[in-house]
Every structure is written in C-alpha cells, then in structure tokens.
C-alpha cells in the first residue's frame, strides 16, 4: 500500500493498542466518545446526496456507508462494554462489518438515522464510562476473533481512535473537494 493510500485509509494513523492502562487517558478517550456524534452532524452539515455517496478513498466506503458503519460498531462496543461490566470475561461475538455495510438499510435509510441513533447511544455511553469504577476499566471480554481478552480501558481507547479515524476520513474528503 503506497503513503497516499495509506494516509486516505488511515487519516489519523493505525490503532496502536497501549501495553498498560494509563488512568489518565479515561477522560480524553470518554470525552472524544461523547463527541463524535457533534463531529458527524459538522462534517456532513450541507452535504447533499451526491456528497455523501463519494467515497473518501478509492475502493473505499462513501459518507453514509461510513456512518452507517460507525452506527453498527459503536452499537457493539456499547453492548460489549455492558456485557464486560455484568459478566465474568464474557465471550463475544464478532460480527461481519463489510456485510453490514452492504445490507439494504444502509442504502435506504437515511444517513441521519445512524447520526441520531449515535447521539443517544454516545449519551449512554459516555454516561457508563464516566460512572465506571478502577476495577470496571480493568474488567475484559473474550475475544475469538483475536483469540484474546480485551480490558475495558484498551476498548475505550479503540473506540475513541475508531470515531476520530472515520470522522476524519469524511471530514478530510470534504476538505479535499472544498465542500
């Protein structure tokens, strides 16, 4: 994959996963999560339907399948982070992102939809994150996909990155057409 390429892919770079847990962090990870869903309404605000079906790289997804996209996942990690909180190292179940993105609801509904549904679903959240004890950041989920346990502290910093990297995809598009 050649620089440009990979900068369109990855605007804001890969997810680095920390070795430890930074406590530190908890409140820039929690408030980028809290966040997202203003960026969103920013980066698509006047965006008309020709826009938002571009893609921000060649090959790559356009501003509605993104959302969409963010809207599914964000909707995972929410119900990850609740089972973590209430079970012991519950197993999850992955889940085939690039067939999502190609079901019907993403082409019929409308993009607004997934953008209202993160506003809520990131108050909630937001709202669990900010009220988690020392001993929840540090409670995990099973994995198979990466066959490993992930902490609460490593899947909110994921997430954190996951809103900015696509926020910035579609935001870095629109700069690039001047819209």
């Known amino acids: 994959m050649d620089d440009s390429h990979e ?8 997810f680095n996963a920390p070795d430890e847990h930074h406590p530190e962090m ?13 960026w969103l309404d920013h980066c698509i605000e006047n965006l008309d339907e020709a826009q938002l079906q571009t893609p921000y ?3 790559g997804w356009n501003s509605i399948q993104v959302i969409h996209h963010i809207a599914d996942s ?19 179940k992955p889940y085939e992102e690039k067939l999502w993105a190609e079901l019907p609801d993403v082409d019929i ?11 809520a679903l990131h ?32 899947m909110a910093d994921l997430y954190a990155w996951h809103g900015r990297h ?14």
């Open 166 to 179: 696509h926020m910035e995809q579609i935001r870095q598009l629109r700069q690039r057409n001047n819209w």
């Open 57 to 59: 790289r060649p090959g």
């Open 109 to 119: 509904v409308p993009v607004n939809v997934s953008i209202t549904l993160l506003h």
């Open 7 to 14: 900068q369109l892919r990855y605007p804001i770079g890969r």
């Open 123 to 154: 108050r909630r959240w937001g709202t669990t994150l900010r009220n988690m004890s020392p001993e929840d950041w540090e409670r995990t989920y099973y994995h198979p996909e990466h066959e490993r346990y992930v902490p609460m502290w490593e």
């Open 74 to 92: 964000h909707m995972n990690a929410y119900i990850r982070l609740k089972l973590a909180l209430t079970e012991d190292s519950p197993v999850i």
């Open 26 to 38: 908890q409140r820039e990870w929690i408030a980028a999560i809290e966040a997202l869903p203003n």
